[in-house]
């Protein structure tokens, strides 16, 4: 198993642009999440799934868009870069049936916008 | 407000001996506790968890002790190993058994084991 992927490792971008940055996992997992990691502040929920078709926000959604075509991808869409979104990303999943929240996470995406 | 805490930015100790990580919460509905391991350029990877119906579990060297009156949560690392050395994220969720899984995070402490 591959796990958790994410592309690509690295992005610059111009202030207005916008990019998706992909996830994708091979582990099943119903359950899929995006965080972003600035330096002093942890991991800050964005956005997550429970499932092909579901999704909702978490803790800072705002500038971001996601959606849930399938089991295994979970694409974060930036609709137009800001120097605030400059960031570590990080994509996250976890089965659900088993009642832990173990979750697993790619290697991130470290986003500078300019 | 942060409802996760992890006061103690950074910690040093030697090789051998014992690292203590300290965490504290707010959330009287957190119910699920983990802690994530975080080397540079790599995503976290999880360590070791705890439900709120236990006070203590260990795995190897890793043990993690809850204190639900206190809202405190510690994961203590024996014999501390240099390889250690990383950051280290405690996590919270709500629900019964975790299943509600979204993960609130503290802003993690750097720990430092010298050889």
């Known amino acids: 198993n591959a796990g958790v992927t994410q592309t690509p490792k690295f992005q610059v971008l111009k202030t207005g642009q916008s990019m998706t940055l992909q996830c994708a996992q091979d582990?099943?997992?119903?359950?899929m999440s995006w965080y972003r990691q600035d330096p002093g502040m942890g991991l800050r929920l964005i956005h997550y799934?429970?499932?092909?078709?579901?999704?909702d926000q978490g803790e800072v959604p705002n500038g971001y868009n996601v959606s849930r075509s399938t089991t295994e991808d979970f694409p974060l869409r930036l609709l137009s870069a800001a120097p605030s979104q400059t960031s570590v990303y990080f994509c996250?999943?976890?089965?659900?049936?088993?009642?832990?929240?173990?979750?697993?996470f790619g290697p991130g995406t470290r986003l500078t916008v300019l | 407000d942060q409802q996760v805490k992890q006061n103690s930015p950074s910690l040093s100790v030697q090789e051998g001996r014992i690292s203590i990580l300290n965490c504290d919460y707010t959330?009287?509905?957190?119910?699920?506790f983990l802690w994530y391991k975080k080397y540079p350029a790599e995503g976290p990877t999880f360590l070791i968890s705890i439900s709120s119906i236990k006070d203590k579990n260990e795995d190897g060297r890793f043990t993690v002790f809850l204190n639900k009156s206190a809202k405190h949560l510690s994961l203590h690392i024996v014999p501390s190993q240099p390889g250690d050395s990383a950051v280290y994220f405690c996590?919270?969720?709500?629900?019964?058994?975790?299943?509600?899984?979204?993960?609130?995070f503290g802003k993690g402490t750097l720990l430092t084991v010298n050889p």
């Open positions: 582990m099943n997992h119903e359950y």
């Open positions: 996590a919270a969720s709500e629900g019964p058994g975790g299943s509600n899984y979204k993960l609130t």
């Open positions: 799934s429970v499932g092909a078709g579901i999704t």
């Open positions: 959330n009287s509905m957190f119910d699920y």
């Open positions: 996250a999943s976890s089965y659900m049936s088993s009642g832990y929240n173990e979750q697993f």
